[in-house]
């Protein structure tokens, strides 16, 4: 019985693979939360309030729907302010209210939600009233920092016969 499996194969090629895979995913990451913001909906608030429907299903209270006419979907708003949260970079979606004329520029995408999630700025009357924070990009920013610097080390290792 000579199969091989993933685990008989050597540290350096299983360390490579998960590096690749890390560097991948905050590419990926990257690329999606420094997307322009192209997709907007701008129209009426039928509904701005903490909860829609069923919805939040987590953490009560750090969430703001928005409801425009003519859009399917709410805007779901992360509005935490909470040490360790990703805290937007501006919040005054608790200023808006119902009939408010908004533009919610917002990354496309989400399909399989029953909220849109990835907004990025809301304005009214030329004033922002919502400005998503850049803590993500930070942290997609360091993996891959953090990827290219273990690839260097293992191929150092690797290199002068410290690891297999």
């Not at 008989?8 to 998960?18: A, I, N, V, Y």
């Not at 907007?40 to 729907?65: C, D």
């Not at 302010?81 to 209210?97: N, R, Y």
Request: include cysteine.
């Amino acid at each position: 019985m000579d199969k091989k499996l993933l685990y008989d194969k050597p540290m350096f090629l299983k360390s490579m693979w998960g590096v690749l895979g890390l560097i991948c995913l905050a590419v990926y990451g990257l690329l999606c939360f420094t997307k322009k913001k192209e997709d907007l909906v701008k129209g009426k608030i039928e509904f701005v309030g903490q909860t829609y429907e069923q919805l939040p299903s987590r953490h009560a209270g750090k969430y703001r729907f928005i409801k425009v006419e003519g859009f399917g979907k709410p805007f779901e708003v992360f509005v935490g302010k909470d040490a360790g949260d990703f805290k937007p970079e501006f919040e005054q979606v608790d200023l808006l209210q119902a009939g408010d004329e908004v533009l919610v520029y917002y990354v496309a995408g989400q399909k399989d939600f029953d909220a849109v999630h990835n907004v990025q700025r809301i304005e009214s009357n030329g004033k922002a009233f919502f400005i998503a924070g850049k803590s993500t990009i930070w942290i997609m920013g360091v993996c891959l920092v953090l990827g290219v610097v273990i690839a260097i080390v293992l191929m150092i290792l690797k290199s002068k016969g410290r690891i297999i």
